[in-house]
C-alpha cells in the first residue's frame, strides 16, 4: 500500500513540475521585425539592378508571359549579363531598340533555366552540373533517356549551361569565369548577375574542324577516310565511325566532349600531311568481301590515332551481342582532372552485360595548361592549347599531341 501511494504522489509531482513556468531572462534590446527579402518578382528586381541592356531586352521581348505560361509553381533561374557583358555581345541599348522580338526571345531564353539553383547547393557540388536552358531548337534533336525509361527519346535539341565554382569562388558558366557569385532571390526563383557574355553554341565539332585552319591535317584526314571507305565499300555500307561530330541521321546531334588534334600535333607524330597519314592506312585497308557481302578490316590504321580523342570508347569491351551502352562525357576543363574522372564509367554494362569500360585517360598540369595521356602510356601528355570551345555536341578542346596508347606502333 505505502507503494502505490508513493508512486502516486511522485506522479503528481511529475505533473505539478512539468505546469511550472521555466524561468526565462527578459528580452534585451528591441525586437527584430522578420523581413521577407524574396517578394519581388524578376521584372521588379531586374529593373532596380544595374542590369540595364539586360532589362531592357526583357521589356522588349516576350519572356514575361513565357515564364507566366509555364505555371505558377515553377522557379526558375535566369543570368543577368550587366551591361559590359551585354555590349561586348553585340547587345547596345540602340539595338536592343531595334532588335526583332524573336531575336531578344532568344537571347533571354538562353539566359533562363526552368529550375532553380540554390547557392550554397551550387558552391557546394563538385564539378560543372548540367542544366537546360529553355532555349530549344526545332530543326535538330538530341535523343533523351526520360525517369522511369531506358529507350532513347528523340526531342527538340536544348541548349545547356553548366554552372560550377572555380577554385577562387566565382561563378563558372560552360568553363567561363563569370564574376562574383551574389545571387538575388525573388519571389519565383533567383538571378545571378554575371559579366561575361554567354556564348551560344553555333556550330558541330565537324564545323569547327572544317573551318579553323589550325586542324586542316584533321579535316583532310577525315574527308579522305570518307572517301577511300566510299570507294573499296562501292557505296553499300555506310562508315559511322566519326557520324558523331557532326549532325547524325540529318537531324540528331550527340552529347560529347572532343580533344582534337591540331596540325602541329600530327607533325610531332611525323606526319606532315594528310599523304603521309593515308601512306600509313595502306598498310592494313578496309575491304569488301563480295562472296560474303560484307566489309573486312573495318577500321583505318589512322583509326587508332582518334580513338582516345573520343574517349577511346574504340576499345570497350563487346560480347557476341554487342557492347555496352556509351555515357555521355561532355567535361569542360575544370573537371579534367583524375580526382573528378578517374573511376568515371564512360560504357555502362548496358543490357549486353560486358564490363564497365572506365575513364581511359590521365590528366595533370604543365603550367597553366591542362594535360591529357592514356593512362599507362609513354607517348607524351598532350597539352590543351585551347581549351571550352563551344559546339552543339558540347566543349571543344584543342591539343599539341596525338593521344595515344601503347598499342599504336607507327
Same mark, same amino acid.
Given at each position: ?7 502516486? !504522489?511522485? &506522479?503528481?509531482? !511529475? +505533473? ?5 513556468? #521555466? ?21 521588379? %528586381? @531586374? ?11 526583357? /521589356? ?5 508571359? %513565357? @515564364? ?9 533561374? +535566369? ?24 531575336? !531578344?526571345?532568344? %537571347? ?23 542544366? *537546360? ?8 534533336? #538530341?535523343?533523351?533517356?526520360? =525517369?522511369?525509361?531506358?529507350?532513347? &527519346?528523340? #526531342?527538340?535539341?536544348?541548349? *545547356?549551361?553548366? %554552372? ?26 533567383? +538571378?545571378?548577375? +554575371?559579366? /561575361? ?23 583532310? =584526314? ?5 572517301? *577511300? ?58 575491304? !569488301?568481301? #563480295? ?7 573495318? @577500321? ?22 554487342? $557492347? ?11 573537371? =579534367? ?23 581511359? =585517360? ?10 591529357? *595521356? ?19 555536341? $558540347? ?11 601503347? /598499342?599504336?606502333?607507327?
Amino acid at each position: 500500500m505505502r507503494r502505490i501511494i508513493f508512486f502516486i !504522489l511522485a &506522479f503528481v509531482g !511529475l +505533473i505539478m513540475a512539468c505546469r511550472k513556468t #521555466e524561468f526565462q531572462r527578459p528580452p534585451v534590446g528591441e525586437k527584430v521585425p522578420y523581413v521577407e527579402t524574396a517578394t519581388s518578382d524578376f521584372n521588379t %528586381l @531586374l529593373e532596380r539592378s544595374t542590369q540595364k541592356l539586360f532589362y531592357a531586352a526583357w /521589356k522588349r521581348s516576350h519572356i514575361d508571359s %513565357l @515564364l507566366k505560361s509555364l505555371g505558377s509553381g515553377v522557379r526558375f533561374t +535566369i543570368l543577368a549579363p550587366d551591361d559590359a557583358a551585354m555590349t561586348a555581345a553585340g547587345f547596345t541599348a540602340d539595338k536592343i531598340a531595334t532588335a526583332k522580338v524573336a531575336d !531578344l526571345d532568344s %537571347l533571354l531564353l538562353f539566359h533562363v533555366m526552368s529550375e532553380y539553383v540554390d547557392s550554397a547547393t551550387l558552391i557546394g557540388q563538385q564539378g560543372n552540373v548540367r542544366h *537546360k536552358s529553355l532555349l530549344r531548337d526545332r530543326t535538330i534533336k #538530341e535523343t533523351v533517356t526520360r =525517369l522511369g525509361s531506358q529507350v532513347p &527519346f528523340p #526531342e527538340a535539341y536544348a541548349y *545547356k549551361l553548366y %554552372l560550377g565554382v572555380a577554385t577562387d569562388g566565382s561563378l563558372l558558366i560552360n568553363g567561363k569565369k563569370s564574376g562574383k557569385i551574389t545571387p538575388v532571390y525573388a519571389r519565383n526563383g533567383v +538571378i545571378y548577375p +554575371i559579366n /561575361k557574355p554567354l556564348v551560344r553554341p553555333n556550330k558541330t565539332v565537324i564545323d569547327v574542324i572544317n573551318t579553323d585552319p589550325r586542324f586542316s591535317i584533321l579535316s583532310g =584526314l577525315l574527308k579522305a577516310m570518307d572517301s *577511300k571507305w566510299e570507294e573499296v565499300s562501292y557505296g553499300w555500307f555506310e562508315r559511322n565511325q566519326y557520324a558523331g561530330l557532326g549532325i547524325e541521321g540529318g537531324d540528331i546531334v550527340s552529347n560529347d566532349a572532343f580533344f582534337a588534334p591540331t596540325n602541329e600535333a600530327f607533325k610531332k607524330a611525323g606526319f606532315n600531311s594528310v599523304e603521309d597519314l593515308m601512306t600509313l592506312n595502306e598498310r592494313s585497308m578496309p575491304y !569488301l568481301d #563480295e562472296d560474303l557481302g560484307e566489309m573486312r578490316n573495318g @577500321l583505318f590504321v589512322t583509326d587508332s590515332l582518334l580513338a582516345y580523342s573520343r574517349w577511346g570508347r574504340m576499345y570497350s569491351p563487346r560480347s557476341s551481342n554487342g $557492347g555496352g551502352s556509351g555515357v555521355p562525357a561532355m567535361f569542360w576543363s575544370n573537371d =579534367l582532372n583524375n580526382a573528378m574522372l578517374s573511376t568515371f564509367a564512360l560504357v555502362t554494362s548496358g543490357s549486353n552485360a560486358v564490363p564497365i569500360y572506365f575513364m581511359t =585517360l590521365d590528366f595533370g598540369t604543365n603550367g597553366e595548361q591542362i594535360t591529357v *595521356k592514356v593512362k599507362g602510356s609513354s607517348h607524351a601528355a598532350a597539352n590543351i592549347v585551347e581549351a571550352d570551345i563551344p559546339t552543339l555536341q $558540347g566543349p571543344f578542346h584543342a591539343v599539341d599531341n596525338l593521344i595515344l596508347s601503347d /598499342k599504336v606502333k607507327f
